[in-house]
């Protein structure tokens, strides 16, 4: 994806969007792009800046680019806390003719197994939860994010000066041991608010499952990106 959207640009001065602590910005600038992030929280932006991205402090909306144009304008699943017609409008400042706005957010599914392990820890440890892995109620997680998607396409055509916005995806898998899927689980979503008693314990519940699958799994993934041109004229 990367790749693909480097080669629609017209050259390599990236913008990234909510660029968090880098993760999207480092994969931009080893494919030998520039990339400028603008991060709201001044922690992550230090983290970034840590790792060799450049980083200036401000809502995406608020920036001042200060007469600065680009390439592209990236948002790597941090496009959903952007006024999705104010966000575009200020894309379309920005970039230079021709030059591409690529949103994207990564959506996983775990495997039917692999979800009813961990449901069943959570229902134990966090049975009035609203949320459990796996057992979700309602319709399959990329379907949400297929909203996310349509909402920023509908901001693009609103503020225009892009031209019709493509959808792309990309269908894709990682492996994860024990150790690095507990390491990562404090930052999903209602974990986050747990105590840290009920946390450990989700952990251990979850470690302990992935034991009996002997000690790592496989993850399906899908990369749902909305891509849009910068025409000529506003």
Same mark, same amino acid.
């Given at each position: 994806m990367v790749e693909r959207i480097i080669a629609a640009s017209p050259g390599p001065d990236v913008v990234d969007v909510g660029c968090g602590t880098g993760i999207a910005a480092r994969q931009f600038q080893a494919a030998g792009c520039t990339v400028l992030g603008v991060e709201p929280d001044a922690r992550m932006a230090d983290f970034a800046r840590r790792s060799g991205v450049e980083v200036e402090v401000a809502t995406f909306e608020a920036w001042a680019a200060a007469g600065r144009q680009f390439d592209a304008v990236v948002a790597g699943t941090a496009w959903h806390w952007v006024d999705p017609v104010a966000g575009a409008a200020k894309a379309a400042q920005v970039l230079r003719p021709g030059g591409r706005l690529a949103v994207f957010w990564h959506v996983f599914q775990l495997p039917p197994e692999v979800a009813e392990a961990f449901a069943a820890v959570y229902y134990k440890v966090v &049975?009035?939860?609203p949320f459990t892995f796996g057992r979700q109620p309602g319709r399959p997680a990329l379907d949400a994010y297929q909203e996310l998607s349509n909402k920023a396409a509908d901001g693009i055509r609103r503020a225009g000066g892009f031209g019709d916005p493509e959808q792309w995806r990309f269908d894709w898998e990682h492996s994860y041991t024990r150790e690095q899927w507990l390491d990562q689980m404090p930052t999903q979503g209602t974990l986050t608010r747990l105590p840290p008693d009920k946390l450990a314990e989700v952990l251990a519940g979850t470690g302990a499952a992935i034991d009996t699958m002997g000690g790592s799994f496989t993850m &399906?993934?899908? !990369?749902?990106?909305?891509?849009?041109?910068?025409?000529? !004229?506003?």
């Open positions: &049975p009035d939860s &399906p993934y899908n !990369t749902v990106a909305v891509i849009a041109a910068r025409t000529s !004229t506003a």
